[in-house]
Each structure stands twice: as structure tokens, then as C-alpha cells.
């Protein structure tokens, strides 16, 4: 047998109050692919997201990482191996950068050395300067924070990177500039990652492959250049033609000045 | 009030201010001390489950509606009851009166806002901080905490303040129950009329809770700000203060002390400083159980709880051996003598050499105009007079054979605070009031005392009773022996008046003095 792929989800569904928020999908997520999960609101992207850790467990089917069945598997160990974005950044208002950063690898129970040398590694890694170590939260700005989100994610060497909506707060300059950062920081520590995103152009300019999903279903599964020529299915046909449509209009707009 | 009254009233009062500042700080501390641990994983039961949450909430919530006085006086049949069980079952029994009671009261009273700010502090943390704890892969207890608990903790600390000011004051409350407190200084001024000792039992009480809430500010402060600074300080201080506070407390506890008890009116702290003054010029040390309910007062000295308080024939005779005949005085004292030796191994010492008798008293011109001498000729005009009576003496049995052997049927009845009864007199609120035939007022106020031509009422020596487990003490008895027969009633109701009345009054301690030397007992 080849290669256990990184991420694996069978038939897996998922029911509140008797509506499938997922239903019944099937996908296999190679390790090192970099996968953007689109969708509206409620489209059940963030639901599926959770499940590979455990955040929310499957009502049917199964999810495997590493090759493994993570229902097996102790969820606060399992949390700890794969790194995790928040939505809402969700850092611990009362710790500072550093402690916020270090939280998994003090749960692993590192040395203090090797812990100050990670908190530096990874704030050079996300760009942010070592003095900010001491500072909380409150005191960074919305992309800083989440920089300090991906770091604190990639702390304990994680293969795998879950990211839900992370950059959706971010004005459009700091959320372009963060997405490169971590598509390059994919590449860099060769890691496997999982995006929810709502916001197509960015899931096109990030992700090696694009799964659309509607009402808890998979509508598409393919590379962003594939979905870009086309596609049967007219509500997925019309999300992908977003960033295109929204190309054209900018460059009517700058014709006509 | 003349100044140089109200001055060695404040020195007298100043005298008392560390044992009762120590036991208020004891109470208050340990109470808080065990609501906040009762409180707190309650809290964290109530926030994760709202089964566990509503009646959690409701349940300290009516407590809280409970008077403090009715939660803390409910606690001593409680524990009585409780403690018959363990005699029975253990072969020990539990503390039914004094510190037992009023913690177990306070904790109670002090759960309500810790664990209201427990619950809405944890409810309250950011949910999608609750999922990163979750989703950096924190064990539940890791999560509550490094996260959960450090964000509820201003919110937390809040309520333990409230919960700390909340105690302090009904602390003051414990009185009753024979706890000793800052109360004792209001409990007993009320009786006496001693506000400056009323005034400096408020203003000390006020003083240590805004002390305390200042200092348990601080580590809010230090909470709210994630600065271990200000709350290591607050801390510090906090600790130091219980720990002086409580030092004549240690200090004292080496020397096992005999328990004077006295029920909540002048005559009774009067004459338990005489006892107490005489025990510790014996050398022994004394500690106090003062403001007791009648009942409460002997079924402690019955349980060892406190060793030695005096009380009156005709009482023990119809509450405590529940007879309804009046023999002649000198047999009453015979067979109540022997009844309590056999019965309760309680040794009555005998009698002090006064009768504080309940009696009817009216002011003499309204007796003489209605030609009112004796209790039956006060029968024919009943229907038409207000009767004020002390809260006990409605409720005894000798107030029923009084009524029914004179078919006394009043207008209206009204209760009094037994300072305010007298007065009632004065104003009109009353016709005719229970008095104390040892009260100094009804000399001062030329009361006439209805005669009681039936013998519907038993005679009321003043008796010292000693507790079964002081039975055999030589030291004491020698010591209170001296005071059987050694008192009349004029010297008494002198002593009484001293402290009642409203021009010169000296504290109870001043008369048991004057009392002392006035009998030549000094």
C-alpha cells in the first residue's frame, strides 16, 4: 500500500437538530497539498474542518489521519499533533505573544530552552519582532494577532495545518500579505493544509486544489485552473467566475479613466 | 449624658475591642473561607450544567432572603437535634451554640454572590477562546485552569467581596447563638440603652468590612489587570490582619477558660461580670457567652456549653420541669434543687438571695383611678387596657396560668424589646407591661406591682446553676459560693437602675462592681 494520504474523510456526515450540515462526503487529501474549502455561509466547510480533530465528531462515517481513525484516538493528543487556525484568531487574552505561542509545547512539556528557542524561531518565521514577546494581545494589531495565531499553530512542528477563515477580518493589503506568508511557509516546512475560506480569489491564488462545497455536500473537487475553464454545475460555475468577473469589471473601470 | 459617662463607656468598650474584634475576625474569616470553597467548584458545576445550575442559583438565592438573625438562630435546634443523634449513634456530641452554629449559618449566607460571579465569570469567557483551549489540545482541567479560570477571576473576586462585607456584618448576628462578636457591643447596648456601646459596635463592624473590601480590592485590581503586584499585597495585608486579629485568641487557648453564660437583659450581664470578676480573681481564666435566648441558656449549660449563668426558680420550674403548681417558695427551691441534681446533673448553688419575679405592673395613677390593686381586680377591667409584654413572657407558660387563673382578657397585646416595654407606659402604647419585680425602674417610676392573690405564678429566686461537667470543681464553687444569699433585692434593683436609666448610666461591668462592693464582696 502507498502512502496513507494525510487527511481522509469517509461518508462522513454530520447532523444538527436532524439537518445534515455535512452529508455523507468522501475525500482524500494527500500529504503536502495545500486544499481550500469554499462555500457560503453555511455550507458546512467549517463543520467538515472540525472533524479532522476532533472539534466536532461525526455523526456517520469515518475520518482518518495519517492513515489512522481519529475516533480511536485521544482528541487532546490529537489536537496537539495537528496545528490549528481560529476564526476569530481566539489567542488567550491574559497571555502574552510568547506564552500564547508556547501554550502547545508547554502542554507537550518541552524545556523552557527549547521553548524560548521555538517562540523565537516562529516569530521570525511569521515576520514579527522578537520584542513583541512580551506584549498581549490587545496590544497588536488584527493581522499581528493572527500572525501570532499561525505561530502559535505551527509551534509543536505539526504536519498537518487546519485553518478556518483566517484571515477574514483582515483588510484586503495584510490579508493578501498573510496568505502568501503561509503558502510559503507550506512550502517551506512541507506541510499539509486545510483552508476554509468564503473568499474564492484567495482560494485561487493559495491553494493547489479547490472543493466547493453547498448544503453539507462536495459540488466540486479540482485544481483552481480546472474550475476556473468551467464547470457543469451552474452555482459552482458562478462562485468560480467570481474573481474573473470581478477582474473584468476593474479593468472596464481603469479603460474608461 | 454627661461627657465623663460616655467617656468611660468608650474606654469600656475599647477594653472589650480585641476579644471581640478577634472571635468576629475568626467567624467571619472561617465562614468565608469555607463559602469560598464550597462556592467556587460549584460555580464550575453550575457553569458546565445547567441541571446543576438553576437550583444551585435558587437554593442560595432563598437563603439569602432568610433573616440573618432566623438563618443563624434555625442552626441551633438543628444542631441540637443533630448532636442528640451523634451521642446516641457516635457516642460524642457536636457543638449546638457558639462558633458551630454561626459558621455554618454565615457559609451559607456568604454562597449566594460567590457563586452567582462564579457562574456568570465563567460563563462569561469568549467561546471562541474556549474552542483555541480546546483546539491547542487542553486536557478539560487545563482548560479551566489556564483559561477559564484567570478570565473569570476579577468577576470571581468581585463576588468574594461582596460575599466578605456581606459576612462581616451579619457576623454581628451571632450574638444570640453564644457566639461572641463585634454584636456583643449592639446586643448588649440595645438591652441597656448603652448607644455609645451600640455606635461602637456598628462603627467597629463597618470598620473591618470596609478594611477588608479595600484590601480584597486590591486583588481584584491585581486579577483584572494581570498584575501579581497589587494582589500579593492585598494578600499579604489580609493575612497579617486575620493573623493579629486572632493572636489574644492563641494566646488564650492554653488556658481552658470557664464559659459565664448571661440571657439578653441588664440584670444578667450585670451579674455575670460579678461571676466572672470573682472566677478570675480566683485565677481562672473566663471567656463569655452573653445575650443567650432563655431557653438556649440551659439546655447549653445542660450540654457543657457553657458552665455556669444564672436563672430563676419560677422559670426552670414550669419550662424545664414543665410543673403548673406553685408550692411555697422555700419547697420550690428544695425540689427544683434536687430535681436538677438527678434529672440533669446540673448543681443549683442556690439562690443569690433576690427573686426577679414576673410580674404586672401599671402606672400608679391609672391604678388608682381604676382602682386596680391586685391581678383580680384587674380581671373586671382587662377588656379595656393594651398589655405590653417582653417577646418571652408572651410566650411562657406563666403568662397562660396568669390568664387563665384571673380570666385576664385584654384589649389588644403588644411585644416589646424589654428596654422599650417601660416606655411603653410612658407613651400610652401600653396599660399594663410585664416587669421584672428586681427592675430599678419600677421604683424610678413608681409603678404599681399587681398583687397576685392566687399563687397563679411560682416564686423566681435568682439561682446560680453550674453545668454537670463543672460539678466537681472546687475552684469554682468556692469562688461563686460566697454570692448565695449575699444579695437583696434593693441592691439589685440599684445595680439594674445604674445601668437602665437614661442620666449617668455606667456600663454592666461599673454596677456588678458597684454591686460587689456594695454587698461587701469586692
Same mark, same amino acid.
Given at each position: ?88 484568531? /481566539? ?7 510568547? !506564552? ?58 505539526? /504536519?498537518?495545518?487546519? @485553518?478556518? !477563515? ?73 462562485? @468560480? ?17 | ?522
Amino acid at each position: 500500500m502507498p502512502d496513507a494520504p494525510a487527511i481522509a474523510f469517509q461518508d462522513v456526515s454530520r447532523r444538527y437538530a436532524g439537518k445534515a450540515a455535512v452529508d455523507a462526503v468522501s475525500l482524500s487529501i494527500p500529504a503536502g497539498q495545500f486544499v481550500a474549502v469554499v462555500g457560503a455561509s453555511g455550507s458546512g466547510k467549517t463543520t467538515l474542518l472540525k472533524t479532522v480533530n476532533r472539534l466536532t465528531e461525526p455523526d456517520d462515517g469515518q475520518v482518518l489521519v495519517e492513515g489512522r481513525d481519529v475516533a480511536g484516538e485521544d482528541p487532546v493528543g490529537l489536537r496537539r499533533r495537528i496545528g490549528y487556525v481560529f476564526q476569530g484568531v /481566539g489567542l488567550f487574552p491574559h497571555m502574552s505573544v510568547a !506564552e500564547n505561542i508556547a501554550i502547545t509545547p508547554r502542554l507537550l512539556g518541552w524545556s523552557t530552552e527549547d521553548i524560548d528557542a521555538r517562540v523565537d524561531a516562529l516569530l521570525s518565521l511569521v515576520s514579527l519582532p522578537l520584542d513583541y514577546r512580551r506584549r498581549l494581545p490587545d496590544q497588536l494589531s488584527g493581522g499581528e494577532r493572527q500572525r501570532v495565531g499561525v505561530a502559535r499553530a505551527l509551534a509543536a512542528r505539526p /504536519g498537518i495545518l487546519l @485553518m478556518d !477563515e483566517p484571515f477574514g477580518a483582515l483588510d484586503p493589503v495584510t490579508r493578501e500579505a498573510l496568505g502568501l506568508a503561509t503558502r510559503s511557509l507550506h512550502e517551506k516546512l512541507g506541510l499539509t493544509t486545510l483552508m476554509v475560506t468564503h473568499d474564492v480569489q484567495e482560494a485561487v491564488i493559495l491553494a493547489d486544489r479547490i472543493i466547493v462545497m453547498a448544503q453539507g455536500r462536495v459540488l466540486a473537487d479540482d485544481a483552481p485552473r480546472a474550475l476556473l475553464a468551467g464547470h457543469p454545475d451552474p452555482v459552482v460555475a458562478a462562485l @468560480m467566475d467570481t474573481p474573473a468577473r470581478q477582474a473584468r469589471a476593474i479593468s472596464a473601470l481603469m479603460e474608461a479613466g | 449624658m454627661a461627657a465623663g459617662a460616655a467617656q468611660s463607656q468608650i474606654a469600656a468598650a475599647w477594653a472589650l475591642l480585641p476579644d471581640y474584634l478577634s472571635q468576629h475576625v475568626l467567624l467571619s474569616a472561617s465562614a468565608l473561607a469555607l463559602g469560598v470553597a464550597i462556592s467556587l467548584p460549584l460555580s464550575v458545576l453550575a457553569a458546565r450544567n445547567p441541571m446543576v445550575r438553576w437550583p444551585a442559583l435558587t437554593l442560595t438565592g432563598v437563603i439569602q432572603t432568610i433573616p440573618g438573625l432566623a438563618l443563624l438562630a434555625l442552626f441551633y435546634p438543628l444542631l441540637l437535634a443533630l448532636s442528640a443523634f451523634t451521642a446516641g449513634a457516635m457516642g460524642f456530641r457536636i457543638q449546638a451554640l457558639g462558633f458551630l452554629p454561626a459558621l455554618l449559618a454565615l457559609t451559607l449566607y456568604s454562597m449566594l454572590p460567590i457563586l452567582r460571579n462564579g457562574v456568570a465569570g465563567l460563563l462569561g469567557v469568549d467561546p471562541a477562546v474556549r474552542e483555541a483551549a480546546d483546539g491547542v489540545g487542553m486536557t478539560p482541567r487545563q482548560k479551566l485552569l489556564r483559561v477559564e479560570a484567570p478570565l473569570a477571576a476579577p468577576v470571581v473576586m468581585a463576588g468574594i467581596r461582596t460575599a466578605a462585607v456581606w459576612t462581616i456584618g451579619a457576623a454581628t448576628l451571632s450574638t444570640p447563638v453564644g457566639q461572641t462578636s463585634l454584636g456583643n457591643y449592639i446586643f448588649s447596648g440595645l438591652q441597656t440603652e448603652n448607644w455609645v456601646y451600640v455606635l461602637f459596635g456598628c462603627a467597629a463592624s463597618a470598620g473591618l468590612a470596609l478594611i477588608v473590601d479595600q484590601l480584597l480590592g486590591l486583588i481584584e485590581r491585581g486579577a483584572a489587570r494581570r498584575d501579581p503586584r497589587p494582589a500579593v499585597i492585598g494578600l499579604l495585608l489580609l493575612l497579617v490582619g486575620v493573623g493579629a486579629a486572632l493572636a489574644p485568641q492563641l494566646l488564650r487557648a492554653a488556658t481552658p477558660a470557664y464559659v459565664v453564660g448571661a440571657k439578653n437583659f441588664s440584670e444578667q450581664y450585670i451579674l455575670a461580670d460579678l461571676i466572672s470578676t470573682r472566677l478570675q480573681n480566683a485565677g481562672g481564666a473566663v471567656t463569655r457567652r452573653d445575650g443567650l435566648g432563655s431557653a438556649i441558656a440551659f439546655r447549653a449549660l445542660e450540654a457543657g456549653e457553657i458552665d455556669v449563668y444564672v436563672d430563676y426558680s419560677g422559670t426552670l420550674w414550669t419550662n424545664v420541669m414543665g410543673r403548673k403548681d406553685t408550692p411555697p417558695r422555700a419547697e420550690l427551691m428544695a425540689q427544683l434543687t434536687d430535681w436538677m441534681a438527678r434529672e440533669k446533673g446540673v448543681t443549683v448553688l442556690g439562690s443569690l438571695g433576690f427573686e426577679n419575679a414576673y410580674a404586672l405592673a401599671m402606672e400608679r395613677k391609672l391604678a388608682t383611678s381604676l382602682g386596680v390593686e391586685t391581678l383580680s381586680d384587674l380581671a373586671t377591667q382587662s377588656s379595656a387596657l393594651t398589655i405590653g409584654g417582653d417577646l418571652e413572657f408572651l410566650s411562657r407558660p406563666e403568662w397562660a396560668s396568669m390568664k387563665k387563673a384571673y380570666g385576664l382578657r385584654f384589649r389588644r397585646q403588644k411585644s416589646f424589646n424589654p428596654t422599650f416595654m417601660y416606655r411603653a407606659l410612658g407613651s400610652g402604647d401600653a396599660d399594663v407591661i410585664s416587669a421584672f419585680s428586681s427592675d430599678g425602674r419600677i421604683a424610678a417610676q413608681d409603678l404599681v406591682v399587681l398583687g397576685d392573690p392566687k399563687g397563679a405564678v411560682p416564686s423566681y429566686d435568682a439561682v446560680i446553676l453550674i453545668s454537670p461537667k463543672r460539678a466537681g470543681d472546687k475552684r469554682l464553687i468556692e469562688a461563686l459560693r460566697p454570692l448565695v444569699g449575699a444579695i437583696p433585692v434593693e441592691e439589685m434593683r440599684k445595680a439594674n437602675y445604674a445601668v437602665d436609666r437614661d442620666d449617668g448610666k455606667v456600663s454592666p461591668a461599673e454596677a456588678a462592681a458597684g454591686l460587689a462592693k456594695a454587698v461587701k464582696l469586692d
